[in-house]
Every structure is written in structure tokens, then in C-alpha cells.
């Protein structure tokens, strides 16, 4: 009896230990006014695995982000999904941005999109819809922090409530 207590809570401690482990699906976003480029610049993160999953999901394409295996067919699918799930609306109206490029930190691919030719003086109000991943992952969480002419705006954006809004 002595020893199988001891053996019994090797087994039944590594159960209730991860038995509350979840992954989490949660994105980054910041945007920004450039008074030098005279343009919205927006940079969002993204964890790079849910990415190729939605890629593969989605589209079919078994999308190799982050890897040596990394085509432009790759770039071209993420750059597709970012513009049907990722909205930039300026003074109420539809924006399009330019999807300048991404790039790789850690287990993170970083996307950069900037929406050029924005006065700052016409400038009223900047919306975001971001919906990225919200088609597989019901939880997911994208946050996006606004900053513009000294206002700054934060939101947690899911599934329900994919849209924050700036006014100036």
C-alpha cells in the first residue's frame, strides 16, 4: 500500500496538470499615423502555425509560412486572406491598403500594410474589421491598438464584435 500511493499520483498528477491547458488564439495589431509619408501604417501579428492552418483550411493550399519550403504562392494566399478578413475604413469609407511585406519573429509572422494619401486634416475617423481566424477558431481574440494625432483607442476584437473604431 505504501508504494501505491506514491505510483498512483505519478499517473494521476500529470492528468490534472494539464488537464487545464488550451491553447490560445490571439493576434496583434497596431496602427499608426505617418504625418511623414502622410499615411495610415498598420502592422499586425499573427501566430505563424494558425495561419498555415487557415491557409489549408480555406483555400485548400497547404501554405508552408516560416520554413525554408516558403514560395511567393505562400505570400499571395496570405496576402488574400488578410484583404478578405482584414478591413481598413477611413471617414466611414472602404479603404485600400497596400500590403507592403511580412516577415518572421520567433513563431510570429508580421505583416505590414499601409494605406497612403491620408491627410491628417481630412482624417476623422479609422475603423478596423479584423476577422483573421475568426472562421476556425471561435475564441479567437485580435487586438488592435489605435494611435493617431495623440489618440490612442485599444480593443479586443472577436468573432460577435469584429470592429473598433477611432473618431478624431
Given at each position: 500500500m505504501k508504494i501505491f500511493k506514491p505510483v498512483l499520483l505519478l499517473f494521476i498528477l500529470p492528468?490534472?496538470?494539464?488537464?487545464g491547458a488550451h491553447k490560445f488564439y490571439i493576434s496583434v495589431t497596431n496602427v499608426d499615423y505617418s504625418e511623414k509619408d502622410e499615411a495610415v501604417q498598420i502592422i499586425t501579428r499573427v501566430f505563424i502555425?494558425?495561419?498555415n492552418?487557415?491557409?489549408?483550411?480555406?483555400?485548400?493550399?497547404?501554405a508552408v509560412l516560416g520554413t525554408d519550403k516558403e514560395t511567393a504562392i505562400d505570400k499571395e494566399?496570405?496576402?488574400?486572406?488578410?484583404?478578405t478578413k482584414f478591413l481598413v475604413e477611413i471617414n466611414g469609407k472602404t479603404a485600400k491598403y497596400d500590403f507592403i511585406g511580412h516577415k518572421y519573429d520567433s513563431d510570429m509572422v508580421i505583416c505590414y500594410l499601409e494605406v497612403p494619401n491620408v491627410?491628417?486634416?481630412t482624417l476623422k475617423q479609422i475603423g478596423i474589421t479584423n476577422e483573421v481566424l475568426t472562421d476556425i477558431y471561435d475564441d479567437q481574440?485580435?487586438?488592435v491598438h489605435m494611435k493617431i494625432d495623440g489618440q490612442k483607442k485599444s480593443?479586443?476584437?472577436?468573432?460577435s464584435s469584429p470592429k473598433g473604431m477611432l473618431n478624431l
Open positions: 492528468i490534472f496538470a494539464f488537464a502555425d494558425d495561419m492552418t487557415v491557409l489549408k483550411e480555406r483555400y485548400g493550399y497547404p494566399f496570405l496576402e488574400k486572406y488578410l484583404r491627410s491628417l486634416n481574440q485580435n487586438v480593443y479586443v476584437l472577436i468573432k
